[in-house]
Nanobody, 124 residues
């Protein structure tokens, strides 16, 4: 079993900051990537940020509206990803989901896993 547990969501005023944390645990051989998606009310789920090559070069990617305001980072030894969000806007409100691409054993293929999500609300 693989579990992804997010934390750090909450209510913040526009212009404020939040840090989200996602910890991967369970039967894990290797983590290849971790990232964050979000889904606002009545909106499709969209990429916030991701880290590929999680245990090596940690290549990052961001959604267009997040670039310059959000920073994704990781602690590969702790299998943890962080999302530092600054200059938050009401449009950033939504449920933020952590996702990870993980190989559980040497003989299994990689699979994508999702956390339950954490609510971020930005008040104007």
């Amino acid at each position: 079993q693989v579990q992804l547990v997010e934390s750090g969501g909450g209510l913040v005023q526009a212009g404020g900051s939040l840090r989200l944390t996602c910890v991967a645990s369970g039967s894990i051989f290797s983590v290849y990537g971790m990232g964050w998606y979000r889904q606002g009310p009545g909106k499709a789920r969209e990429l916030v940020a991701s880290i590929d090559n999680f245990e090596t070069s940690a290549d990052t990617e961001y959604g267009d509206s997040m670039r310059g305001r959000f920073t994704i980072s990781r602690n590969s030894a702790k299998r943890t990803a962080y999302l530092d969000m600054s200059r938050l806007k009401p449009d950033d409100s939504g449920i933020y989901f952590c996702t990870a691409n993980i190989k559980r054993t040497t003989w299994e293929d990689r699979s994508d896993y999702w956390g339950q999500g954490t609510q971020v609300t930005v008040s104007s």
